[in-house]
């Protein structure tokens, strides 16, 4: 096993795939720090104050496009090159090949996460004039449960990745599946946050304007509220949406609890099904 | 040149790729118009008529194909062509003497015509389960024409971009990943350009008077909303950019058809042209 973790880790050093995606998230973080501070100077006149959590988080939404590309390509090769045949023909048994391959996964995507972060910290620290917004407690509880997620989405990803032999269908798979939910659940997230009960104004019949109250027909209720914000909750799009976009935390310890799960049923399946995969 | 064509189309009707992207057409073009129905019946209580409530809904749904089949092209063109790098076909049909430029058109006919293929699935299914359901279309057979032709000219110019992408870079899953997270680039500006274009110019607020009467007050002017020189080039991108073209004809929202097809096909000759010529000069090793 430890033999393994070293050889991948050997093979990301090497990889310009890993440094290029690296160096794109550490581009993205600065970018969106430096958005903050340029919006600052810009405002100066009305003492506008920027926050480090307002874009602190983007890299919740960022990360599961990326794995999604990263994994099929960076994984795929060892079908395409023949590497995973070796590796079992040197004795390693095929629990040990995948679980290798899902600690690497969850490592790249936990590091790819560190690099956007430290650029949003250093730009961020000195320049923008607001520091954190969030109490601690909160900040913490989405750091850990955005990272957590990161590996989910790294499990799911390394699933079909190596499921299937033909790296070029698994970068299709991850890569559509990915966008494809992310646009559904933004979609999901913006009827969950329709007005149960909407106001109108319109003038009545002396020409006089007032406000009619209206239940609101699209405000999902009752057991298909429930559906919907398990779909959300459950799922690492929907959770990238939310540690993307809200302030504050609404079930973080059923989403944290989520992901773990999530990331455990993968690794399970995921080596189930590498076990019994013909390799040819 | 009819060689290659009747190559290409032997494994075009083999193809898994293709038959799921056809499946995939064929399943949204029947879930399309009986989720419209749903909405029709909810909205409406009990239908009673339904040709006179249809007339509109029918409409709303079956121009759907426009909005994803740019993606499911990128996914499979860039799959079915890539293939031909990774199992060294091209290299044997260079090798059987055919150009370097028939190859090229070829391969781009032949993912144009997979991708029409796919549209008129969705158009057929869209069309047998809706009529039925949602009545006839309401609006005159021109601008359903029209539509139909400036779409199959949005899937050209996507197609040409795709075999562009496909044809010079030799590996499969880089060019997958390239079409598919550039046509949701593309995607996501162009929603960015329509939320900005929609803007409206004036803005109405409402005041209240001192017996607690709500009044609405003077339009102010929108500082969001786009004017001059700016409104015109995001426009001018809008139309341009074959995602800008989709969401056009998927809601039926444009107002210059012709501008649309002229950029089209400008598209379309601009990236087949390049795509050939750097094609020709490719070292396929």
Redesign the interface.
Known sequence: MANLLSANLLRLKKSTLFWGTMILMVVLGAGFALQRVWEQVTYAEFNHISYIDEVFFHYALIIG?VMA?FI??FF?SEYSDGTIRNKLAVGHSRASVYLAYAVTAAAVSIAFCAAYIAAVLIVGVPFINGGIQRPMPDFLLFLLGSLVMAAAYSALFTLVTMSQSR???S??VC??GT?TFLFVFFYLRARLSEPEVYTQ?APDENG????YKQSN?RYPRGAKRAAFEFIFDVSPMGQSIHYYSDYEAERPGRMIIFAVLLNAAATATGSALFRKKDLK | MTKLLSANFLRLWKNKTFWVSAIICVASGVLAPLGEFRAVVSMNGRVTDLGELGNLALLEVFFGYASFIGILAGAFISLFLGTEYSDGTIRNKVMAGHSRVAIYFANLIVGFTASLVCMAAYMASCLAVGAPLLGWFSKPASLILTTIFGSALMLAAFCAIFTFVTMNVSRKSTSVVICLLGVFIMLFLAIYLYARLDEPEFIQDYSFSVGGEILPMEPEPNPQYLRGMERKVYQFIFDLLPTGQSIQYNGLIFTDPVRLMVMSLALFVGFSGAGAALFRRKDLK
Do not use: F, M
Request: aromatic share 6%.
């Open positions: 496009v590309v099929p390509l795929g790296k070029a269908v970068a299709v890569l559509l966008l104004l006089i304007y007032v406000e027909p």
